[in-house]
């Protein structure tokens, strides 16, 4: 089967670093990307990994072990905007994503 | 203008009743997504397609057709709506190679009484 698992919810302090991991099992693989939505809002983009190891983009970080089908996203000194979802996606072989169901995250004063 | 614009944004229908859920897009993406959310089980996709003439159900497409009028238009229906369809729906697109990333549509309310 395909499965994609993340954490539920997270809670972290403004200014703090908070880890959210992703694993996953799928039939195929064309690389993993991670999403972030705030309530009601439509997903947006934030990274994509297909090789193992660090991609970094400003705060946002994310890392990819293919033979873990392990991914996490590391988020840097919180700010309360980045109180939202993160959702982390799987693009099997055929182009199209399985998606986690998402981690909440809550960021607090 | 948005990338991806879907309407309408909120839309309350009848259980048995037929609607359209609309979605159009300027980035020049060849390929188009519907996907559904729901509280708890996350985005899951209903159908795609990969260029005008290519339509394909994905993974909860009962109760769902689909309409590819043009690159740019990717239309939904419910042919019969029941309650347990009451979801947000998005559309999304991506170029060929997927690397990006999809666009995704600001999404559908839509609710079945």
């Known amino acids: 089967g395909q499965n994609i698992d993340q954490p539920t919810e997270m809670t972290a302090t403004e200014g703090a670093i908070v880890q959210i991991n992703c694993t996953y099992q799928?039939?195929?693989?064309?690389?993993l990307f991670w999403y972030q939505q705030h309530a009601g809002e439509a997903p947006t983009f934030l990274s994509y990994n297909v090789l193992d190891g660090l991609e970094e983009k400003g705060r946002f970080s994310s890392f990819l072990s293919r033979s873990k089908g392990y991914s996490y996203l590391l988020l840097k000194e919180l700010q309360m905007k980045d109180s939202a979802s993160y959702l982390c996606?799987?693009?099997?072989?055929?182009?199209?994503?399985?998606f986690g169901t998402g981690t909440r995250l809550k960021v607090l004063a | 203008d948005a990338d991806v614009t879907q309407t309408p944004r909120n839309r309350i229908t009848k259980t048995g009743k037929r609607i359209m859920l609309e979605c159009s897009q300027t980035?020049?993406?060849?390929?188009m997504y519907w996907y559904r959310q729901d509280p708890g089980l996350g985005l899951r996709l209903i159908y795609y397609s990969f260029d005008v003439k290519d339509i394909n159900k994905g993974e909860i497409s009962d109760g769902y057709s689909v309409s590819r009028q043009a690159q740019a238009k990717f239309s939904l229906s419910l042919e019969s709506a029941i309650p347990n369809q009451t979801a947000l729906y998005f559309c999304?697109?991506?170029?060929?190679?997927?690397?990006?990333?999809?666009?995704f549509g600001s999404g559908t309310r839509l609710t079945v009484v």
């Open positions: 799928t039939s195929g693989f064309n690389g």
């Open positions: 980035k020049g993406h060849d390929r």
């Open positions: 999304a697109t991506s170029d060929f190679t997927g690397f990006g990333g999809y666009t």
């Open positions: 996606a799987v693009s099997s072989g055929t182009y199209k994503y399985i």
